[in-house]
């Protein structure tokens, strides 16, 4: 059993910070790549940042310079920093860990329960 539980989130003004949390527990082997997806009005679910187990980070274009992924492998936690938020950051986020049952086994991909974001102008 897996549990993938994300904190933070809320409503900040355009130009305003924000920090999410998500955290893996349960019975797992290991945590593999992490990351956070939104989704916003449309029917679309966007990559916004993933991170791999080594800390390899990307980012979408739209994101980049403005927010941050990382993670604590001690705690099975991903974090996104979002600085310099604006209207068009309002969406659903909803973090990804995709986790390892054993050793070179397949990895299964968890989500988060989703947090909003919104952001006035």
């Known amino acids: 059993q897996v549990q993938v539980v994300e904190s933070g989130g809320g409503s900040v003004q355009a130009g305003g910070s924000l920090r999410l949390s998500c955290a893996a527990s349960?019975?797992?082997?290991?945590?593999?790549?992490m990351g956070w997806h939104r989704q916003g009005p449309g029917p679309q679910r966007e990559l916004v940042a993933a991170?791999?187990?080594?800390?390899?980070?990307n980012y979408a274009d739209s994101v980049k310079g403005r927010f941050t992924i990382s993670r604590d492998n001690a705690k099975n936690t991903v974090y996104l920093q979002m600085n310099s938020l604006n209207p068009e950051d309002t969406a659903v986020y909803y973090c990804?860990?995709?986790?390892?049952?054993?050793?070179?086994?397949?990895?299964?991909?968890?989500w988060g329960q989703g947090t909003q974001v919104t952001v006035s102008s």
């Open positions: 349960g019975n797992f082997f290991s945590v593999k790549n």
């Open positions: 991170i791999t187990e080594a800390g390899i980070s």
């Open positions: 990804n860990v995709d986790i390892s049952r054993g050793f070179e086994s397949p990895t299964f991909r968890y």
